[in-house]
């Protein structure tokens, strides 16, 4: 893909990650999956490289760059076939979310680990009841002394079991109105009360999926991250990110899904020229490449505003870069093993496995749906319909 609008540093950047993700690449990638283990080997080297926590503030061993970067990274990896799923969750919300507003203690405890990966972080905010609508989350803390208490339930939790602690988003009773607000606990694994429960999942990954109860989780009051009345905004502060991230995700597979099937167009012959030459399969390809590369630039402005402080023009571009990504990747994904016919759905040519995981990227974190409400009333000034 064409990179003239990045800097030197990022265009380094990008050759780097892609030789990293090359030496492990797809293969890796699926027997991780297949036998139930995480990608430590990828992900501790990552760290180490620094490409991890190149989000991260420098005093905390962190690359001091931004989601520019970060999302370089997962991009690569993605389109070297390797991608890790947490790097969305553990760096860019968790890291992002403790950095801007966590207290010193929380930044030393916790930041310099999420940078070099020695630490993960999951984040909790979906529950059974709620879905997208944030507003319903009933997860709820409350004071008790010196400590909180909280109780509730979050779905689909990725990388709990491996999760050092996990960023849950509950909500608290403001003394002056009575109403629930949003607020941010650091949940250790460990915490008595906190059970997790595996949901099994169609989708191979590496990174399972969780159900979490919150069972009276008594917490020091130090596990609040920021102060109580700030946690919508830094709730949202964490979302652009993952949105940003969602994006990566989504171009990195869909890159890597396209490469396939243009290898395999250009050299494989059935008539007298190979596949690639007729236009009812190289167009496709080529309104793939296009939208991916659309996405891409949509994912760069996204970052790019967040990363110069811009949360309200960030939040729109955000949305439009995962929507934009997830059409891209699942059109790209579905052209490939097309392409390919029956070697499509073959093991040999681990494409078939992509048409389930590239609809991550249309679901979560949030449905297109939503997104497209979203523009229809943030962007358009359209009435709401609920």
């Given at each position: 893909?064409?990179?003239?609008?990045?800097?030197?540093?990022?265009?380094?950047?990008?050759?780097?990650?892609?030789?990293?993700?090359?030496?492990?690449?797809?293969?890796?990638?699926?027997?991780?999956?297949?036998?139930?283990?995480?990608?430590?080997?990828?992900?501790?080297?990552?760290?180490?490289?620094?490409?991890?926590?190149?989000?991260?503030?420098?005093?905390?061993?962190?690359?001091?760059?931004?989601?520019?970067e970060l999302a370089i990274v997962l991009e690569e990896l993605g389109a070297a076939g390797s991608p890790l799923l947490m790097m969305v969750v553990s760096p860019a919300i968790c890291g992002t979310v403790i950095a801007r507003f966590g207290t010193d203690d929380q930044k030393r405890q916790w930041l310099p680990g999420l940078a070099d990966g020695s630490l993960t972080m999951a984040f909790?905010?979906?529950?059974?009841?709620?879905?997208?609508?944030?507003?319903?989350?009933?997860?709820?803390?409350?004071r008790d002394g010196e400590q909180w208490v909280l109780n509730g339930r979050k779905v689909f939790v990725s990388g709990v079991d491996i999760a050092d602690a996990t960023l849950i988003v509950g909500r608290t009773e403001d003394a002056r109105t009575g109403k629930l607000k949003p607020c941010l606990f650091i949940v250790p694994r460990e915490a008595?009360?906190?059970?997790?429960?595996?949901?099994?999942?169609?989708?191979?990954?590496a990174e399972k999926q969780f159900e979490l109860v919150l069972d009276d989780v008594r917490l020091p009051a130090a596990a609040l991250v920021g102060e109580e009345d700030a946690g919508l905004l830094q709730l949202f502060a964490g979302l652009n990110p993952?949105?940003?991230?969602?994006?990566?995700?989504?171009?990195?597979?869909?890159?890597?899904?396209?490469?396939?099937?243009?290898?395999?167009?250009?050299?494989?012959?059935?008539?007298?020229?190979?596949?690639?030459?007729?236009?009812?399969?190289?167009?496709?390809?080529?309104?793939?490449?296009?939208?991916?590369?659309?996405?891409?630039?949509?994912m760069q402005k996204a970052a790019r505003l967040y990363d110069d402080g811009d949360d309200i023009g960030a939040g729109e571009a955000a949305n439009m870069a995962k929507y934009a990504a997830g059409?891209?990747?699942?059109?790209?994904v579905d052209q490939a093993v097309h392409t390919l016919g029956g070697n499509g759905l073959t093991r040999e040519y681990g494409l078939g496995s992509l048409i389930t995981a590239s609809r991550v990227a249309r679901i979560a974190p949030v449905s297109r749906e939503m997104i497209l409400n979203y523009v229809s009333h943030q962007s358009l000034g359209l009435p709401k319909s609920y």
């Open positions: 893909m064409s990179t003239v609008l990045e800097t030197e540093e990022h265009q380094a950047l990008r050759a780097a990650v892609a030789a990293l993700g090359k030496r492990y690449g797809r293969e890796y990638s699926t027997a991780c999956a297949r036998n139930g283990e995480h990608p430590r080997e990828l992900w501790s080297e990552a760290g180490k490289l620094g490409y991890l926590g190149v989000n991260l503030p420098e005093e905390y061993g962190g690359g001091g760059s931004g989601m520019a909790g905010i979906t529950e059974p009841d709620a879905g997208s609508n944030s507003h319903r989350i009933t997860t709820t803390a409350r008595p009360g906190f059970g997790r429960s595996h949901i099994e999942m169609e989708l191979q990954a993952e949105r940003i991230m969602t994006a990566a995700f989504g171009i990195g597979m869909g890159r890597y899904a396209l490469a396939r099937a243009v290898e395999y167009a250009k050299t494989r012959q059935v008539w007298k020229e190979p596949i690639g030459a007729h236009q009812a399969i190289a167009h496709p390809l080529a309104q793939a490449h296009i939208e991916l590369e659309l996405a891409r630039l949509m059409e891209a990747c699942v059109k790209a």
